[in-house]
């Protein structure tokens, strides 16, 4: 073997393995699973490559009592469950361009898993592994793994031109593994990011957030950014945008991926980071001094980030979301309790995108020139008493006021409008703190005060 790896493979697998090879065929564990297995890192599926046609490894595994799939027999593949888990049972192949990332629109069955290998997209997703015959590795996946190197098998332009979803797929292994992307693969993926253009946009927007939710997004960002641009031209703007102001020492995409990085790594506080000044390209003025300045730039930037999101099919909550993130991101409001409640009130009481909020704030503060702190402070003050006052349950919703419709209409208020009025006035007054949050003040102040 002539390395010291060693994985162990699933009692389901070696099952599945041993049943293929007892009937004469060659079988191996291929892909992710053998990747994030020498990475000592999670193994979430388990796909095997084998010799075997598909209706002989169905034949195979039925005839051992196990149940089976059949989920992808155009390509090759059933789904064998073996041990309490499905396995993906794919025959030795070689194929065209890729459909959907798993499914290629042409396949050519092959004889041999080294043929099988050649077809993988980098290096580090095209290594098998048997648990007696060990590792094959033909493109040096291990080497690479080691390195910390996104490398495409054979010649890179080409790989890039069958399938240019792989272009995309490489940032994103970059960005989760935190690996560098090697040069000539580089220069093939910044070649080849127009043909992207051709990719569906379900599989544009699941690479682009798998990649912006890895741990060095900011960096696989920045390491090819014609591939971003090629999907949203808007971010492409953003490289080479100047920021000449006393609190910028980047520019607009470079302060960017700084912020995406220091944003909490879920889809709405990444694809918020991403966005954040997305309107800025737009709103660019340079004063006579040669200041630039870019006003009104949080909500054109929210615009354009509902349309990026729109036309990538991103989910509506995200979209809404991260609209609302991206016209609020220069929403400083002064540290107080009364602040924080007024807040949530005007978010409808959502404590979690207030929290994201807050995140995007400090992430784009520390993104800034050193020594910019003010609101960098602001906002850290501002979730210190967002966590006090959540934990200590002081009202921001009608719904936690101690007084409600039903209460009202009992002291003699009518249904309707006026009702609702009234317990906004209320719930306002007790945010202001002006009153206390209990039954007795509140019934009493409204039926003194003629509220409404
Ligand atoms: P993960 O599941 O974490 O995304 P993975 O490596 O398992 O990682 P899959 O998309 O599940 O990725 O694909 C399984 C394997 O199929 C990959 O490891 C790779 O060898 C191959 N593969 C997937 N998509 C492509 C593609 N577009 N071009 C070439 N090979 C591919
Ligand atoms: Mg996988």
């Known amino acids: ?79 064998v469950i073996a041990g309490g888990s499905p396995i993906e049972v794919t025959t030795f192949r070689a194929d065209g361009g890729y459909r959907d990332s798993r499914h290629p629109e042409t396949v050519a069955f092959v004889g041999s898993i080294d043929e099988d290998l050649a077809r993988r997209d980098f290096t580090i997703n095209a290594m098998a592994w048997h648990p007696t015959r060990g590792l094959r590795d033909p493109f040096g996946g291990l080497r690479d793994l080691e390195a910390g190197l996104i490398r495409a098998v054979g010649v890179p332009a080409q790989r890039f031109a069958e399938d240019a979803l792989r272009i995309l797929r490489g940032i994103r292994f970059a960005s989760e593994l935190g690996f560098s992307i090697e040069g000539e693969t580089l220069a093939a ?101 040669g200041r630039d300045h870019f006003k009104g730039h949080a909500h054109v930037g929210a615009r354009i980030a509902h349309d990026v999101l729109a036309r990538l099919k991103a989910p509506t909550k995200l979209r809404e979301e991260a609209h609302l993130l991206v016209s609020y991101h220069e929403w400083f409001m002064p540290p107080t309790e009364t602040a924080v409640l007024r807040a949530l009130r005007k978010l409808d009481g959502r404590v979690d995108l207030f929290r994201a909020l807050l995140a995007l704030q400090v992430a784009d503060s520390l993104a800034k020139a050193p020594g910019i702190t003010e609101r960098l402070e602001a906002a850290r003050a501002t979730q210190g008493i967002l966590e006090e006052v959540i934990a200590r349950g002081a009202p921001f919703t009608l719904a936690q006021l101690a007084v409600n419709g039903g209460d009202l209409i009992a002291a003699g208020w009518q249904p309707g409008p006026e009702l609702g009025q009234t317990l906004a006035q209320l719930l306002d007054a007790v945010i202001d703190g002006e009153l206390e949050n209990s039954r007795e003040t509140l019934l009493a102040y409204a039926l003194t005060h003629r509220l409404t």
């Not at 699973?33 to 209706?55: G, K, Y």
């Not at 912006?212 to 945008?241: R, T």
């Not at 102001?245 to 879920?266: F, K, M, N, Q």
């Open 1 to 79: 073997m002539g390395n010291t790896t060693n994985i162990a493979i699933p009692a389901g697998g070696l099952l599945a393995i041993e049943l293929l090879e007892d009937a004469g065929f060659e079988a191996w564990c291929v892909g992710g699973f053998v990747r994030d297995s020498i990475r000592r890192a999670p193994v979430h599926d388990l796909d095997i490559a084998s010799s075997a046609p598909w209706q002989d490894a169905a034949r195979v595994f039925r005839r051992a009592g196990l149940a089976v799939h059949e989920t992808g027999t155009a390509f090759g593949t059933v789904t």
């Open 189 to 289: 993926m910044q070649a080849h990011a127009c043909s992207l253009g051709a990719i569906s946009v379900e599989r544009v927007f699941s690479e682009l957030d798998r990649m912006l939710c890895g741990d060095a997004a900011g960096s696989a960002l920045l390491a090819c950014p014609e591939a971003v641009a090629a999907v949203i031209p808007e971010v492409g703007a953003m490289a080479g945008c100047p920021q000449n102001t006393p609190y910028h020492i980047y520019d607009v995409l470079g302060h960017t991926a700084r912020v995406v990085d220091g944003s909490p790594a879920t889809s709405l506080s990444r694809w918020s980071a991403l966005l954040h000044d997305v309107g800025k390209p737009a709103c660019r003025t340079t004063d006579a001094a």
